[in-house]
């Protein structure tokens, strides 16, 4: 299959689009596509979506920007600027203004830069003790874009973090100088929009440096439910299988983590035999995703996707909350309602999807899970606790907030009793030390 990609500069070249949408439609995803990237491909147009009723359609919602993603002022803005046919700097300008106020770098992503003898490895991240995230130059896009994606800055070009690099000899020098490092979690964008000779250039020096430490390279990637001749047809597909068996054969865990969003991403032949060809290289896949109002916001999609993912021979992992950053107030989900998606969904598995953990916010302290809503002497609290803590220690720790059914972040929460968490003090001092080496 010949990869097509669309953005919107090109989008009403899409028959379906020109077909099934109306003029308004196609204005409003002009409108908002100015703002929040938009890309999709021929794999998503021409096998996931149902053009019959796109806006009923969670993929076509997954992929293609919504008017209600913009809050009203910022989209009437662009939207008289575009009838005004306005050049495209001073839309850009406005729209940079726009993601500006949108919360471009959630949860603190600027800290935990590892460093080697005063080198700074801006494009990588340590913050969990056993696992360093690596972000190839290369991998920094992605086969198409989510319409929550929280990495959308990077992809507007706004990020002037730029996490992504290419030193993999510096890498590879402070993995060996903290032994505490199991796994190395290559992620993006999407890796595996790499040529499997660029994604090559920087694993195999990774496995040719022998770090005994090292148990584990795992691979976050979209590209299962965007572009899953990735690995059945696509030129360099064998090779990347090939590269796949290495590993596992030099004895790492290859732990593919993958990301659907919604079961329709599970069922079309190419993904299957895509699937059966990631587990025969001796890969383990494991699945993840935010829980999306519009998209996947049921505990029957959940439960439904979890146990087709089992039965595919794919371990069901994280459920995350949508980040507070860009259309979170479109996307998100209140954290109570979340865990009751999740609750539902988890009573109706097998204890074989019962190895997914949520719902998680990936937030400055943490992974703090919402574990569930209860009373304490009367009073309805909720409780949480953290899946990966900044300080290991936090981890496993029930704790409580006020019951709050529209908080959709931390936040938002405030404690039962004393004036903050028991993580709030340490928490501020280390991002103190942390503020001086940035
Ligand atoms: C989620 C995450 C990891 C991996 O955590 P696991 O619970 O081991 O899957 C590592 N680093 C960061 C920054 C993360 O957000
Ligand atoms: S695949 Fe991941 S990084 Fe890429 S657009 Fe979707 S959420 Fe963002």
Request: contains cysteine.
């Amino acid at each position: 299959m010949r990869y097509r990609s669309y953005t919107v500069k090109n989008f009403r070249t899409i028959p379906q689009v020109e077909k099934y949408l109306t003029e308004k439609q196609k204005f409003d995803i002009e409108v908002v596509g100015q703002v929040f990237p938009f890309k999709v491909n021929n794999y998503v147009i021409d096998q996931l979506i149902n053009w019959e009723d796109p806006l009923n359609d969670p993929i076509f919602r997954l992929t293609f920007p919504q008017k209600d993603m913009l809050f009203p002022e910022h989209y009437e803005l662009i939207a008289r600027l575009l009838k005004n046919g306005e050049p495209q700097e001073k839309i850009r300008e406005e729209a940079n203004r726009i993601r500006m106020e949108l919360n471009p770098h959630p949860a603190g992503q600027k800290y935990n830069v590892p460093e080697v003898d005063g080198i700074k490895l801006h494009g990588a991240q340590h913050k969990y003790k056993e696992t360093i995230l690596f972000f190839p130059k290369q991998g920094q896009t992605c086969h198409a874009y989510c319409s929550f994606c929280f990495r959308w800055p990077q992809f507007v070009g706004i990020n002037e973090l730029k996490f992504a690099m290419k030193e993999v000899d510096v890498l590879i020098e402070y993995i060996k100088r903290n032994p505490e490092i199991t796994d190395i979690l290559f992620t993006g964008g999407d890796p595996l929009i790499m040529k499997t000779s660029v994604l090559k250039s920087y694993i195999q020096p990774v496995l040719e440096a022998n770090i005994p430490h090292l148990k584990t390279i795992r691979i976050g990637t979209k590209s299962l439910g965007f572009w899953p001749y990735r690995f059945t047809e696509d030129e360099d597909a064998q090779e990347l299988l090939d590269l796949f068996r290495q590993i596992v054969d030099r004895g790492y865990h290859l732990a593919f983590m993958a990301h659907f969003n919604h079961y329709k991403e599970l069922r079309t032949d190419v993904v299957r035999e895509a699937v059966d060809k990631i587990l025969e290289t001796g890969a383990v896949i494991r699945t993840q995703s935010p829980v999306l109002r519009h998209i996947n916001d049921s505990s029957e999609v959940w439960a439904t996707m979890w146990k087709e993912q089992v039965s595919m021979g794919m371990i069901p992992y994280y459920m995350f909350m949508a980040r507070d950053t860009g259309a979170q107030h479109y996307f998100g989900v209140p954290l109570v309602r979340a865990w009751n998606i999740f609750r539902d969904a988890y009573k109706k598995t097998s204890g074989l999807a019962r190895t997914v953990k949520g719902p998680s916010m990936s937030a400055t302290p943490g992974k703090v899970r919402i574990l569930g809503v209860s009373e304490i002497f009367g009073e309805k609290v909720m409780v949480l606790d953290f899946l990966q803590g900044r300080n290991p220690d936090w981890v496993g720790k029930p704790f409580f907030a006020k019951y709050d059914e529209n908080a959709m972040w931390l936040d938002e929460l405030e404690p039962v009793e004393g004036e903050e968490f028991f993580y709030e003090k340490e928490l501020r001092e280390m991002l103190k030390l942390e503020e001086e080496k940035v």
